[in-house]
């Protein structure tokens, strides 16, 4: 018998070294392939990366490119045997958002493997308004376990209703100066319920200064008949506009992602679709010439002294104002000049924003501080302050009416000064620190006398007593306890959920959870051995089907290629959480 055996052995040898080396593994080789070449804005590109013969090839990062942005990836991998020949196949599935229209470039992808280069093709895709989609209808999902026949809703057999929705973008006026103030606004129409609104695009436009409005905690909506259609009109964005350069500007049009209430979901669920604004052009034109480097808008302005008399050893702080509906923080404020009796001092400036409905309103207050040199009646002249008004487009001069101040007293020579040097005075507030010379009042006083400091020990014999009890009591006793820990256990996971971003990561969750409620090690857990433990718990049949089939979902989802959505996810979440809490109340 061990002649025979070695006699069939060796020929059975000969036969494999004698394979041509090409039948082993085939060339390798890296190709790209795209979706389309013409996708609305709305839409969303499947740019696939296929790697053949390479093994356990490095997914490639496109988080460079610059017209469009991932929204997911996932990975599949094929293995062949034909004909003594092997073939492996790695394909990285890219689903790309465009973020402009016109023609976009997909560059190409440099992979080296084993001191080879490879190079996949570039692609150009023309990206549209719209959307090129034949259709809204839903995406495709892995079965779930409520797809039983006792879950089932009659809805579920009608068509989808359309997503009855669109973006509009308003502006003000159609045409302005330069620096006028403008107003954007978005402005929603739909006929479906809304949930949410995310804006995706950049909110900065190419040769505006813009001021985003805050987005209210709820928006009211209007009513608007759009061809006979009655359609409600939401503001989900609106920002004031200042151009900053002449000619025809345009504000590209801006993405967002709706979550729109389902009406076919039968626990109220939403479905999100994404939609764009349209492009706006305006026409910029340059203001006179007298009115260039002016602030452009209606303003107001004023300047006053909180005293009519001081003394010459005093410092007192003029109180400046300019407010009105423009963009009030490019305007430089008036200076006020110095004098023989008086010495001015660097203003503190601050700013302050209003959003009024129709416009962007501002005010701009400077504090600045004057000190004397002289005695007497002192006179500061009148400021000007000019700006250019586009309604009556006019240059408009304020002026300020002049301040008088009576200065009394006697200037306190240098020597006996106790005042800081000019240099170290220090602004805080609404004034400046000024110290006089002057008698010291008497600072020994004794420290255990004051009220507060038996308050201070009474705290400090308190917070010590706490920190025993919580040693002795809490720490010992409470904290150790069965039930709490249980408690713990279960909060802790639930946290974890929370953390949840894919399908796959659901299944070590569980049994992380599993081995810490039923103390067995992570090799003796099977699904075999957590439904014989769910029995001697006595936890329900259902549970334990519902928490072996969502464990199942999970491993599997390492190697689908249909990933679930986010939506789906959340939900499959909220499920595990209430059933996490119904088994936990039998894993005691």
């Known amino acids: 018998m061990k002649k025979t055996g070695n006699a069939l052995l060796l020929p059975f040898l000969a036969m494999l070294l004698a394979v041509p080396p090409g039948l082993a593994a085939a060339e390798a080789e890296v190709s790209a392939s795209i979706s389309a070449e013409k996708i609305g804005l709305d839409d969303t590109l499947i740019y696939t990366l ?10 490639p990062d496109l988080s460079h490119l610059d017209d469009f942005k991932t929204l997911q990836t996932s990975r599949s991998s094929e293995f062949q045997f034909n004909n003594g020949e092997s073939a492996t196949s790695t394909r990285f599935i890219y689903y790309l958002m465009p973020v402009r229209t016109g023609k976009l470039t997909l560059p190409q992808v440099a992979y080296r493997h084993q001191g080879r280069d490879f190079q996949t093709q570039p692609f150009t895709v023309e990206v549209v308004k719209g959307s090129l989609s034949p259709g809204q209808s839903p995406p495709v999902r892995q079965p779930s376990f409520f797809d039983d026949d006792f879950f089932t809703s009659p809805m579920q057999k009608q068509q989808p209703q359309k997503m009855d929705a669109y973006l509009r973008a308003v502006l003000s006026k159609k045409s302005c100066l ?22 995706i695009s950049s909110a900065s436009f190419a040769g505006f200064w813009q001021e985003w409005f805050p987005v209210p905690q709820s928006i009211p909506p209007g009513s608007e008949n759009v061809n006979g259609v009655i359609y409600q009109v939401y503001e989900i964005r609106k920002a004031a506009l200042f151009a900053g350069e002449s000619g025809t500007l345009a504000i590209p049009p801006l993405q967002f992602e709706l979550e729109m209430a389902d009406p076919q979901s039968m626990f109220f669920g939403s479905r999100p679709i994404r939609r764009s604004t349209q492009e706006v052009k305006i026409t910029v034109s340059e203001p006179p010439a007298a009115a260039v480097g002016l602030p452009v808008g209606q303003f107001d302005f004023s300047l006053h002294s909180p005293l009519t008399q001081a003394d010459i050893n005093d410092i007192v702080t003029l109180q400046m104002k300019i407010s009105g509906s423009g963009n ?13 009796r008086f010495l001015v001092y660097s203003p503190k400036i601050t700013q302050e924003s209003g959003y009024d409905p129709a416009a962007l309103t501002g005010t701009l207050r400077a504090e600045i501080p004057v000190s004397f040199s002289k005695a007497g009646p002192l006179t500061f002249p009148a400021l000007e302050f000019r700006y250019f008004d586009p ?4 240059i408009v001069s304020l002026r300020s ?10 200037k306190i020579s240098a020597d006996h000064s106790l005042t800081l040097p000019r240099s170290a005075i220090v602004q805080k507030g ?20 004051q009220k507060w400091f038996t308050a201070l020990i009474l705290a400090f014999f308190a917070f010590n007593l706490l920190a025993l009890l919580k040693t002795v ?3 010992r006793h409470v904290a150790a306890s069965p039930l709490l820990r249980n408690r713990q256990l279960l909060a802790r996971t639930l946290k974890r959920l929370t953390q949840v971003r894919h399908g796959e990561d659901i299944a070590p969750l569980l049994e992380t959870y599993f081995q810490e409620k039923s103390g067995l090690g992570l090799a003796e857990i099977s699904n075999q051995k957590i439904a014989e433990t769910f029995r001697q718990r006595q936890v329900p049949a259902a549970s334990a089907e519902k ?15 249909h990933k679930k959505s986010a939506l789906e996810l959340k939900k499959d979440l909220e499920t595990l959480r209430g059933l996490l809490k119904e088994i936990d109340r039998k894993m005691k």
């Open 50 to 59: 296929t790697f053949r013969n390479i093994e356990n090839p490095s997914q």
């Open 178 to 199: 330069k620096g006028e103030q403008l107003l954007f606004r978005v402005l929603l129409y739909t006929r479906n319920r809304i949930e949410a609104v995310n804006m």
């Open 328 to 340: 009030c923080k490019a305007i430089i404020p008036p200076a006020l000049p110095g004098g023989e």
């Open 391 to 394: 309604a009556s487009g006019r």
């Open 401 to 410: 009416r002049p301040i008088q101040i009576l200065v009394s007293g006697k």
């Open 430 to 449: 609404e004034d400046i620190d000024f110290i006089q010379s002057g008698r010291l009042h008497d600072q020994s006083w004794r420290l255990y006398r």
């Open 473 to 475: 009591l809490w720490d």
């Open 547 to 561: 928490f072996l089939f969502i464990k199942s979902q999970s491993e599997l989802a390492r190697f689908s290629e």
